[in-house]
């Protein structure tokens, strides 16, 4: 069992920054590979950025890639996201989420636990 709380969302102008925290909870948490989602109003969850258990392999969608960081830190089970350049389309719901595949995966039904979000705006 892996519970997940974000932080650090909030309002920013475009062209700032932002970090995303995701604390856990569980001894299993090293075992997963995490990613984080988002979610516009009115639009489906989509993939950000994940990570492997050992940090050894993170993967980026196209829109944030050069943009974002994912990183973790197993000892302090937390997973950040460092997002710089920001810009209005990055505004919505920010999720982490943890799951068991060993491969890295984009499909949020891969993903077996789910925090409860934090919102990001960012204005033009």
């Known amino acids: 069992q892996v519970q997940l709380v974000e932080s650090g969302g909030g309002l920013v102008q475009a062209g700032g920054s932002l970090r995303l925290s995701c604390a856990a909870s569980?001894?299993?948490?090293?075992?997963?590979?995490m990613g984080w989602f988002r979610q516009a109003p009115g639009k489906e969850r989509e993939f950000v950025a994940a990570?492997?258990?050992?940090?050894?392999?993170?993967y980026y969608a196209d829109s944030v890639k050069g943009r974002f960081t994912i990183s973790r830190d197993n000892a302090k089970i937390m997973v950040y996201l460092q997002m710089n350049n920001l810009k209005p389309e990055d505004t919505a719901v920010y999720y982490c989420?943890?799951?068991?595949?060993?491969?890295?995966?984009?499909?949020?039904?891969?993903?077996?636990?789910w925090g409860q979000g934090t919102q990001v705006t960012v204005s033009s």
């Open positions: 569980g001894r299993a948490f090293s075992l997963y590979a």
């Open positions: 990570i492997t258990w050992n940090s050894g392999n993170t």
């Open positions: 989420a943890a799951t068991p595949r060993v491969k890295l995966t984009t499909t949020p039904f891969d993903y077996e636990y």
